[in-house]
């Protein structure tokens, strides 16, 4: 029976939980996500779909910190402007936000949905320059798209050269805590996070919920 007790424990503590948020939150109700069972990492949004630095960025990184999180459990991820064009300069102008305000996390997502072009050729010369910008800095990156996001944007023939070394975290609104439902794309055939629910409210605040085993 304590075998069977300590095996349910072990395989409970073996999977990570944590949020992603998009607006302000502060220390205590990010230790109240905590106490949730949303405590082995933090996401938070660094760079607006308007193509601007998240003025928020800075305070949630802080109180993350604060509510105890470690800087290598806190993400934040960036949401390209197509629009404003420049993706380069778009990813230059948010490390030299990160550097001047000091920012401290592990990994940058870089968020691939939303209106882009009709042209898949267009789009994948955008998404090259923003990433071969990412990686030419040395940002620790990884991207977040869904299957049919991928296809709409670059087509699900474009492989993505860096998919080997760049995680894929992906969303599926399903709400299970598994990888079964993973589909491959984009050059990979294992993902390293899922966004199992979104648009949830907990804590009084609008998060998403994700997994990692």
């Known amino acids: ?9 072990l395989t409970a503590h073996a999977a990570s939980y944590g949020v992603d948020i ?3 939150i502060s220390t205590s109700s990010i230790k109240c996500l905590r106490d949730l069972g949303f405590n082995s990492f933090f996401i938070f949004r660094a760079w607006r779909s308007l193509g601007s630095f998240d003025p928020n960025a800075k305070s949630i990184n802080e109180n993350a910190l604060a509510a105890g999180f470690s800087a290598k459990h806190i993400d934040a991820y960036f949401y390209p402007c197509f629009s404003c064009g420049d993706p380069a300069g778009q990813v230059k102008s948010f490390w ?3 550097t001047s305000k000091k920012l401290k996390f592990e990994r940058l997502w870089f968020d691939i949905e939303g209106t882009w072009s ?7 010369k955008f998404f090259e320059s923003l990433t071969n910008e990412a990686a030419a ?11 049919y996001n991928w296809e709409d944007i670059v087509g699900l023939d474009y492989k993505f050269s860096r998919a080997g070394s760049w995680p894929i975290w992906y969303p599926h609104y399903d709400g299970k805590k598994t990888f079964s439902d993973f589909k491959s794309f984009g050059g990979w055939t294992s993902p390293y996070m899922k966004q199992y629910n979104g648009d949830m409210t ?3 605040h609008d998060v998403d919920y994700n997994y990692r085993p």
Request: hydrophobic letters at 45%; a positive charge; charged letters at 10%.
């Open 96 to 98: 030299n936000q990160v």
């Open 1 to 9: 029976m304590l075998f069977i007790l300590a095996a349910i424990v």
């Open 202 to 204: 907990a804590c009084s």
């Open 22 to 24: 998009a607006e302000s």
């Open 137 to 147: 800095i040395g940002i620790k990156s990884g991207i977040y798209a869904s299957y």
């Open 118 to 124: 009709s042209s898949k050729s267009s789009n994948r």
